[in-house]
């Protein structure tokens, strides 16, 4: 792909906001992404008067049934009388909302944005994988009886297959993340966990358990992104965002190398060409990749070339991807730990690598000293990667 | 952000809200949905009924799409030819389901496969059922690569759907 990575401005991020993640909030999703917005400004030093236009993202309407949640959150995410835009590709929603945040600073359209996402899955009964049924192909899956984790262990165990990788191997994401996310003020589901207990939990859809996967939950995030100019007049620690990219494979599923994310390899070198990185496994400092399920955690590094075909299990059985690793992936405890309030969980990502490359991220801080890092997420019918690459 | 930030938000629980502790309203929306089938898709059902299987060609890359469609995906030009794809096929990746479409527990544990049909381009798959599959053939990896073949239902039962094939089983 012909690109051009010569734009009108750097693009910094200067604040960043978290509600709690938990099964279920009380407060609306306006309330929420309130509040997640406030403190954003707050901790970037601004009010709401000095933003020039203002990003959402969420995930499928169907989750908290209010069918127009763009215009339904305006009020909320700071809005109202703004130029407003609600972005949205699935999961991949909370990564690309900050990828919109930056083209707007970048292109020159606007010095500060407000970038914030929100997600409140609660609401849906009896279960909110339910309404996952209706993302499928009214002709050709949903008759069959869809569930959406059938597509995920499909995925999965085709990539096992192909790699010869253990159950045992991939649980160790599960145990590193959960136990990650007991340092997180936001966790939903931070603990100390054993591979056995990932190997004894629930079966689901083989091989897939219910230790293996995030769960449902409600949370919101918000992050002010500016030009260098302004960035460096509200802070001495800017953090770059140096590198954006994203793609997405065929809808028709049953027609992808379910082995390897190729949608997330080209959404990756997009973003490591414009970074200037030619090396992402030696110049990557810290990694947040997309982890839903275990699994992926593993795929994605593999797509983001952070780790050969293959390879991935074995990093992280040597310890490689732990906070004192030379690769530490996942330093918040991801979705497996924190929780995934869906859009809302790719602004943690970015969040956190945010706080580890300003050495905020307190008892979560990895042990190497981290200039370069990235975060990802993943979604859509399991076929957008969305990338960012920060720096200091 | 360090640990012992405290951060908005106020949980409850599933519990709170079925004793009432939790002020809510709710609705039950009846939405109702037909989706026509499309140019490809009609053609596709309608040759279920005769039991089978139809995909397109495209001439420029070759690749044989199934389920079909009316354009290539990759050339972006018109697919150029209706072609007939086996009804058997070979294992791509299969899992075992212990639960439904709505979370809730299946009676019998179900096994689904992404299978690739002969006739069709490599990697072209289709999500369908496994019969007469062993679970304990999937989890130890059998199942990879399996030669497997349509069951249908009877023609004068069948209606235009994908579940005029019931689900595929082993080719002995």
């Known amino acids: 792909m012909r690109m051009n990575i010569h734009f009108k401005n750097r693009v910094a991020c200067i604040g960043a906001g978290l509600t709690l993640f938990r099964r279920r909030l009380f407060e609306t999703p306006r309330e929420l992404a309130w509040e997640a917005a406030k403190q954003a400004l707050e901790n970037a030093g601004m009010e709401l008067k000095d933003i020039d236009c203002v990003v959402f993202g969420s995930a499928p309407d169907a989750f908290d049934g209010i069918h127009m949640q763009g215009e339904y959150m305006v009020d909320g995410a700071g809005g109202y009388k703004k130029p407003f835009t609600r972005v949205y590709v699935g999961g991949g929603t909370g990564v690309f909302s900050v990828i919109a945040g930056w083209w707007h600073v970048a292109s020159g359209l606007c010095d500060k944005v407000l970038v914030v996402a929100e997600e409140k899955m609660s609401p849906a009964l009896p279960h909110p994988q339910y309404v996952f049924h209706h993302i499928f192909d009214p002709i050709t899956d949903k008759p069959l009886g869809v569930n959406l984790i059938w597509i995920f262990a499909l995925e999965m165990h085709r990539y096992m297959y192909k790699y010869n990788i253990k159950k045992e191997d991939i649980a160790l994401v599960s145990v590193k993340n959960k136990r990650n996310a007991l340092d997180h003020p936001a966790a939903q589901l931070g603990a100390k966990i054993t591979v056995e207990d990932v190997l004894n939990s629930e079966v689901l859809v083989w091989p897939v358990q219910r230790l293996d996967i995030s769960p449902v939950s409600d949370g919101a995030g918000a992050l002010i992104l500016t030009s260098e100019e302004y960035a460096k007049q509200y802070t001495d620690t800017p953090v770059w965002i140096d590198g954006v990219g994203w793609n997405l494979d065929t809808t028709y599923w049953t027609n992808r190398d379910l082995a390897f994310p190729k949608y997330l390899y080209y959404a990756g070198k997009m973003a490591y060409r414009m970074a200037g990185i030619h090396n992402p496994r030696k110049e990557i400092d810290v990694a947040e990749v997309y982890d839903p399920f275990d699994y992926k955690e593993l795929h994605h590094m593999e797509g983001l070339q952070l780790a050969r075909k293959g390879e991935a299990p074995i990093l992280t059985r040597e310890g490689v991807t732990e906070r004192d690793g030379d690769l530490p992936i996942n330093p918040s405890g991801g979705l497996l730990g924190v929780g995934n309030p869906i859009a809302a969980a790719g602004i943690m990502k970015v969040a956190e690598i945010f706080w580890q490359l300003r050495k905020e991220a307190g008892k979560r801080q990895v042990a190497k000293d981290p200039t370069t890092g990235l975060a990802q997420a993943w979604g859509d019918l399991m076929q957008i990667g969305t990338v960012v690459i920060m720096r200091v | ?172």
């Open chain 2, 1 to 172: 952000m360090d640990k012992n930030v405290k951060l908005p938000g106020t949980p409850y629980s599933s519990d709170d809200f079925k004793k009432g502790k939790i002020p809510y309203v709710e609705d039950v929306p009846k939405a109702r949905y037909t989706w026509s089938a499309g140019i490809a898709m009609s053609r596709f059902l309608e040759e279920l009924k005769n039991g089978r299987i139809v995909a397109r060609k495209c001439h420029e890359c070759g690749r044989v799409y199934v389920p079909p469609r009316m354009f290539c995906s990759y050339c972006f030009r018109p697919t150029d030819e209706w072609v007939y794809v086996k009804d058997t096929g070979r294992v791509n990746t299969a899992v075992v389901s212990y639960i439904g479409a709505d979370r809730g527990k299946l009676g019998e544990p179900l096994v689904v496969a992404v299978i690739e049909l002969d006739g069709a381009s490599e990697g072209m798959g289709i999500l369908h059922k496994l019969g007469n599959v062993d679970p304990e053939d999937v989890k130890n990896r059998k199942v990879f690569n399996m030669r497997v073949r349509a069951v249908w239902k009877k023609p004068e039962e069948r209606e235009g759907a994908i579940t005029d094939i019931l689900y595929f089983e082993p080719i002995e």
